[in-house]
T-cell receptor
Framework: GESVGLHLPTLSVQEGDNSIINCAYS??????FIWYKQESGKGPQFIID?????DKRQGQRVTVLLNKTVKHLSLQIAATQPGDSAVYFC?????????????FGKGTKLSVKP | DTEVTQTPKHLVMGMTNKKSLKCEQH?????MYWYKQKAKKPPELMFV???????INESVPSRFSPECPNSSLLNLHLHALQPEDSALYLC?????????????FGDGTRLSIL
């Protein structure tokens, strides 16, 4: 299940199950969104992106869904594996203002139980 | 392996020391970024270089001094740092600044200030 508190929100799933990581973004003018995976001791690694003219985009074992009405982004990971354990960040690119700057969400820690 | 290379991986320095962090990419990207990341937090933007010119300084204290000697290299010069500056410093690059596209991150330099 998911827990939110003083620490990083954590999602714990069984190996082989599907994972869904959620993100609420802040600006309705944002037109580009990215999911990053950050493993311990590493930098953020690009997973998948989506532009605001799309609702869904699929990659290898991952799907990103965008709901602009409620400013919500989700990352679905199919058949979660132990190697998927990491912190996942969503990021938005706001049109206008400081274009090209990414605004990162707080992050969710995914733990995969064998 | 990341295509953005950062050195050193770890750095311990006293508050009176002067040191430099280095970042290199050979993807032909013309935008490069410095971020600071504290534990369990998302990356925070510090500086943006576009075509080797400083485009954004997010009100970073002057004890951090960035430099972009050429299109492949980005340095961060450190002087008279404070203990609260201990963090992971991440470098990133993208094709150009101002377009909706992913940033590619290095694995960072873990900085500890004594």
């Amino acid at each position: 299940g998911e827990s939110v508190g003083l620490h990083l929100p954590t999602l714990s799933v069984q190996e082989g199950d599907n994972s869904i990581i959620n993100c609420a973004y802040s600006n309705s003018a944002s037109d580009y969104f990215i999911w990053y995976k950050q493993e311990s001791g590493k930098g953020p690694q690009f997973i998948i992106d989506i532009r605001s003219n799309m609702d869904k985009r699929q990659g290898q074992r991952v799907t990103v869904l965008l709901n602009k009405t409620v400013k919500h982004l989700s990352l679905q990971i199919a058949a979660t594996q132990p190697g998927d354990s990491a912190v996942y960040f969503c990021a938005e690119n706001m049109r206008g203002g400081s274009q090209g700057n990414l605004i990162f969400g707080k992050g969710t820690k995914l733990s995969v139980k064998p | 392996d990341t295509e953005v290379t950062q050195t050193p991986k770890h750095l311990v320095m006293g508050m009176t020391n002067k040191k430099s962090l280095k970042c290199e990419q050979h993807m032909g990207h013309r935008a490069m970024y410095w971020y600071k990341q504290k534990a369990k937090k998302p990356p925070e933007l510090m500086f943006v270089y576009s075509y080797e010119k400083l485009s954004i300084n997010e009100s970073v204290p002057s004890r951090f001094s960035p430099e972009c000697p050429n299109s492949s290299l980005l340095n961060l010069h450190l002087h008279a740092l404070q203990p609260e500056d201990s963090a992971l410093y991440l470098c990133a690059s993208s094709q150009v600044w101002g377009l909706s596209q992913p940033q590619h991150f290095g694995d960072g330099t873990r900085l500890s200030i004594l």
